[in-house]
């Protein structure tokens, strides 16, 4: 399986100054092939990812306006013109319905300001005993808090807005499956308790942006109070920045020990397919951004793939807050402030969030019954001669 590997990288002042000049001309390739890519679109004409990438980088450095994207390795330039390709081709199939899921913007130029990143192929960096060498930049300092699994594809170097500097490498690692067992578990999403488990296990959830807010709010005021150009006003946005690192870093490292411990201690993980996006535009965006649902469901995912383990999402229509998890009737809709109901019809006294819990586990091995054991559609037709057939829509 591929994976990202990150380490935190110490460049030299002289480094950091290549660096800045690097993701300075991958930002303009990249905004340099948006632009000629709407111009082509606006006028009816057709044109080539190649035409693309001449006009943007091969006919750019003999103008004088673009003469210094000489200056930087030019695997960064041609990677930031096929980031900006795979944009505007998955906007283009996300209109014409191509792509599945959620509708896609179109992409928006880089800024200057902000996270920066430059991307390089194999014949853009090196590993020198214990540095990482970028071409045009040099030796820089790696703080290996690992070892590599194996040797890496491609580097993305990133200037996170704190000032801190990374090297995220994607590398080929092998899974290593955990001892099978017969326990298997529902998770239910929330926002009092991050996951409660069918089995009645609370995970809490600590809200670790409400926590800083109080911190960031007297930061920002800070920062409004600041000349605009001023040396002052960039201290004060560092520290900002740097109070922002700190809440995603909290998050994130709760979310790997949560979702490690639930696909550690069973051999099947499911939870409901959430449309956060559409959570996210509700009264309630504040604190479901806070609790980090979709990134909690990418480490399980991730995990369980790592460790061996299944890991399914259920319908997100399925009554599981509405039906008795002990007999299944379904007793209605119920508004967020009922915590705990009881069953009209066989008197059972449920927790809201257990009893969801419970009936996500009892769906998805149901999905997992249909999809795996029971025969449940009929068998694909045989092409003539013995060929196998295959769907309409398979790609």
Known sequence: ???????????????RQALARAFGCARVVYNDCLRVRDEAYAAGEKISDTEVQRRVITLAKLTPERAWLAEVASVALVQACQDA??????????????????????????????????????????????????AKVGDIKVEWSRDLP???????????????????????????????CDREVGIDLGLTSLVVTSDGEVVTNPRFYRAAQRRLRRAQRVVSRRKKGSANRVKARHRVAVLHRQVRDARLDHAHKAALRLVRDNQAVYTEDLAVSGLAR????????????????????EKAAQYGRTFARIGRFEPTS??????????????????????????????????????????????????????????????????????????
């Open 322 to 395: 509405q039906m008795c998890s002990a007999c299944g009737v379904k007793d209605g809709p119920k508004p967020l402030a009922i915590r705990t109901w009881q069953c009209g019809e066989c008197g059972t006294v449920h927790d809201r969030d257990v009893n969801a819990a419970r009936n996500i586990l009892a769906a998805g091995r149901a999905d997992k019954s249909n999809a795996c054991e029971a025969d449940v559609r009929p068998p694909a037709p045989v092409a003539v001669g013995a060929e196998a057939g295959t769907h309409r829509s398979a790609a």
């Open 85 to 134: 390709r795979r944009a505007y081709k998955n906007w283009f199939d996300s209109l014409t319905g191509r792509r599945k899921g959620p509708k896609i913007r179109h992409p928006k130029p880089k800024r200057k300001h902000g996270r920066q990143s430059i991307r390089m192929t194999r014949n853009g960096f090196a590993l020198h005993g214990g540095r990482l060498y970028v």
């Open 150 to 180: 194996s040797v890496p594809s491609s580097v993305t170097v990133i200037r996170e807005p704190d000032g801190r500097y990374y090297a995220s490498f994607v590398v080929e690692r092998e899974a290593t499956p955990l001892p099978d």
């Open 1 to 15: 399986m591929q994976v990202r590997y990150r380490y935190r990288l110490y460049p030299a002042p002289r480094q």
């Open 282 to 301: 509700t009264r309630l965006a504040k604190s479901i951004a806070d609790a980090g649902w979709s990134q909690l469901m990418r480490c399980i995912e």
